[in-house]
């Protein structure tokens, strides 16, 4: 417990005082395990004896999500690399960190930095776009943030993890300048610039090899090459082997569920010589440096219940996530000035769309899956940040949803200003099939598409108002086959809590929608240089 010490003589210390079962315990995750164990995504367990904290983690990469509550959920990783600005992102980090302090977390699973090499993968919204060298740094600087609390960032989903498609069985294989400059740049990034204290190997095979049992990737790549000194953690069920991972280079294992290949299973292969006992000292010794490095062991997590119960949304939290928000949206057309609407007064505003309420916005700030957040508290919608501002302009707003075709063209017709806010739902999990955006709504962890047109209700409202405004929810690519009908187009990506007044803000010139896109808009899957697959994900 003497800080002075280097975190390695800390380690190696630590290592001597503790016994055979005492390491093996730090190999694998604890019970209860995925979101039971007070909202977290996995933990495990401390050994006071010996001063060592419990190890606690939770997605991740827009906010401290998972089955949390009382935390502020920021715009997700695409709009984090459309604001192009790094030291925005290292704002996030810092405030990211706080939170998962505050709520008894220590390892923060992300961020994201898988590539935009397929414009349908189903997680696009977490990672950074398709730029290497933009990814590499908004990463890097989020990283920073983080662990500048006594809190560790967790790289992911490492590597080639670019599709949810048979997530668990493609294999993956690249050549090797593609694999350096474009799949693992961000990586190395996060490692030699970073200083991440802790990377998830992905759930995909690459080369023929499971990639949490690749010692290419793990112990020659990340270790050899790039001198990276903390430790590998599985995604979750992606560990498939005992002394092939643990030779390769992995050193924590974490399920959704038992059977567990480290822990006793790990010093069952020690004892038969198929790994050696150097091996499971070098394990835990990855995971006790970064631990020391950035305070884990003197600055134990809040215990619980206390921490889940902790509301770490602060006022600054937020007014940062409306911040970012705003950066990241992107104005990809304002013809003849329509935006902003911030001379005039007196005029008719239609809001159209499901998007748009409250409802609508609990599916459209956010995308689905494990970096899904449990809505508490609810993001504010655009209709009511578009009503709160448009009171101070002397506007008036009508809203419908749209549904109806006749109730679309009805209100659009009789405004000055039509906006239209279409959303696009994409979890993790699969793939999506088309470009075309389909709305839904986020239960939990999981958010299931409505199937409303959302194209035919952009044509429907254009065709009755020449002043419409479309505003789009999504953490990818959507077509956008009505663009030459409309004046305005707003891209707020998956604004987070503060989507409503964001949006308003940016609506109403108080913001300036300052992004740039960090990947490539199809017109039409054709386009793309690889094919998608088109049958049921798995």
Same mark, same amino acid.
């Given at each position: 417990? /003497? ?17 055979? /079962? ?111 060298? *933009? ?159 950035? %305070? ?41 000035? *329509? ?45 009511? %940040? ?97 663009? %030459? ?54």
């Amino acid at each position: 417990m /003497d800080a002075k010490k280097s975190p390695q003589q800390r380690a190696d210390m630590l290592i001597k005082a503790m016994s055979f /079962d005492q390491k093996l315990h730090m190999t694998t995750f604890s019970e209860p395990q995925w979101f039971a164990h007070y909202g977290t995504a996995g933990h495990v367990d401390a050994i006071p004896e010996l001063c060592i904290p419990e190890i606690n983690m939770s997605d991740a990469g827009s906010g401290v999500v998972g089955l949390q509550q009382g935390t502020t959920v920021f715009p997700s990783g695409i709009a984090q690399a459309a604001m192009w600005d790094p030291a925005m992102a290292g704002k996030f980090g810092k405030a990211l960190g706080e939170e998962a302090l505050a709520k008894g977390i220590n390892v923060m699973l992300g961020p994201g930095m898988d590539m935009a090499r397929i414009a349908t993968n189903g997680r696009n919204f977490e990672y950074m776009g398709e730029d290497p060298f *933009l990814g590499g740094q908004t990463v890097t600087q989020a990283i920073r943030g983080i662990q500048r609390n006594p809190v560790l960032a967790e790289a992911k989903h490492y590597v080639l993890n670019d599709q949810e498609y048979n997530r668990n069985t493609v294999d993956i294989t690249v050549d090797d300048r593609t694999l350096h400059e474009i799949y693992l740049a961000p990586f190395e990034a996060a490692v030699k610039q970073g200083h991440v204290g802790s990377i998830m190997c992905s759930y995909n095979l690459a080369f023929g090899h499971h990639v949490c049992e690749s010692k290419q990737l793990l112990d020659g790549i990340l270790r050899g090459q790039w001198g990276f000194d903390g430790f590998v953690t599985s995604d979750w069920g992606a560990t498939h082997s005992t002394a092939p991972s643990a030779n390769a280079g992995l050193d924590l294992e974490m399920h959704a569920a038992p059977p567990h290949y480290f822990g006793t299973a790990l010093g069952d292969a020690i004892k038969s010589n198929q790994v050696a006992m150097a091996r499971l000292d070098g394990i835990v010794k990855h995971i006790f440096v970064p631990m020391f490095r950035y %305070g884990l062991f003197n600055h134990p997590p809040v215990s619980q219940p206390d921490a889940y119960l902790n509301q770490a949304d602060i006022p600054a939290h937020r007014a940062l996530a409306r911040e970012i928000s705003q950066q990241s949206t992107v104005l990809l057309k304002n013809k003849d000035n *329509l935006l902003p609407l911030d001379n005039g007064s007196g005029r008719k505003i239609a809001v159209i769309g499901n998007a748009a309420n409250p409802a609508g916005a609990s599916g459209a700030s956010g995308g689905g899956g494990s970096s899904h957040g449990t809505g508490l508290p609810s993001p504010v919608s655009p209709l009511e %940040g578009i009503q709160g501002l448009a009171q101070t302009h002397g506007d008036t707003v009508v809203y419908t949803p749209g549904t109806a075709s006749a109730d679309a063209q009805a209100a659009a017709s009789q405004a000055d200003i039509a906006i239209v806010v279409i959303a696009d739902t994409e979890s993790e999990g699969g793939d999506r099939t088309t470009l075309d955006a389909n709305p839904g709504l986020c239960a939990s962890l999981l958010c299931e598409g409505s199937g409303e047109d959302e194209n035919a209700l952009v044509q429907t409202v254009a065709a009755a108002n020449p002043n419409t405004v479309v505003v789009i929810d999504a953490g990818a690519p959507i077509s956008m086959p009505w663009l %030459g009908s409309v004046k305005s187009v707003l891209d707020a990506w998956f604004p987070g809590v503060e989507n409503g007044n964001a949006i308003a803000n940016l609506i109403y010139g108080v913001a300036n929608p300052s992004g740039h896109l960090p990947q490539t808009f199809p017109k039409a899957l054709a386009d793309m240089p690889t094919k998608t697959p088109t049958s049921t994900p798995g």
